[in-house]
């Protein structure tokens, strides 16, 4: 069974601080990696993707990526009260082409 | 440009009845794929397409459900005798295909069978 683990939260943080959100996952296969914001009542939402390990920077959001510890996180700094929402991790399965997802973690950035 | 559309935004149904589905993918976009996501569950993938054809149909939870792609590009996602357990919220996603991997979701299918 491949699985894409999360901390379900919620995962508190003041507006302007750093929020990081982890995801493990099994599936020594995965190649790529993915973070996704879904607002309640909406579908969810592409915000980064990774490939290779090390660093992604875009904007307020970095995604980080260790293979060898099969590990996905995701930064985001100066937190915004519109960051509200919850980040679901997906990685691809070994044939690159469906996602397998986490069950997200809800993040709360209070003003 | 235009994201991936879906059709109905809702839909109720009786138990037994038949339901169509609709995707239309993002233009230019060979793959699409079909996930549904339970309340408080997780996504689930259901199917995946690469032009007309489905790959990978291994989500399917049952031979009630069906799908096919025609023209490379609208889907309909049948779900024949609805249970009270499909509901759920049906999702289709697209990706560009050739080595492009990120996916794209529409707006998404709210299916209730009462």
């Known amino acids: 069974q491949k699985e894409v683990e999360q901390n379900s939260g919620p995962l508190s943080v003041p507006e302007g601080a750093i929020a990081s959100l982890n995801c493990t996952y099994s599936d020594r296969g995965s190649q790529s990696f993915f973070w996704y914001r879904q607002y309640s009542g909406k579908s969810p939402e592409l915000i980064m993707f990774i490939y290779s390990n090390g660093d992604k920077e875009d904007g307020r959001f970095t995604a980080q990526l260790n293979k060898a510890s099969q590990y996905v996180s995701l930064l985001i700094r100066d937190s915004q009260p519109s960051d509200s929402a919850t980040y679901l991790c997906a990685v691809t399965d070994t044939g690159f082409q469906k996602l397998v997802f986490g069950t997200g973690t809800r993040l709360l950035v209070s003003p | 440009g235009a994201g991936v559309s879906q059709s109905p935004s809702n839909k109720v149904t009786e138990k037994g009845k038949d339901v169509e589905l609709r995707c239309d993918p993002i233009?230019?976009?060979?793959?699409l794929y079909w996930y549904r996501q339970s309340l408080g569950q997780g996504l689930e993938f259901l199917i995946y397409?690469?032009?007309?054809?489905?790959?990978?149909k291994s989500g399917l939870p049952s031979d009630r459900f069906s799908a096919e792609r025609t023209g490379g590009s609208v889907s309909t996602l049948t779900i024949q005798r609805t249970q009270q357990e499909d509901s759920a919220v049906y999702l289709c996603a697209s990706s560009l295909g050739d080595f492009s991997y990120e996916q794209y979701f529409g707006p998404g299918t709210r299916l209730t069978v009462t």
């Open positions: 397409f690469q032009g007309n054809s489905a790959p990978d």
């Open positions: 233009s230019g976009h060979t793959a």
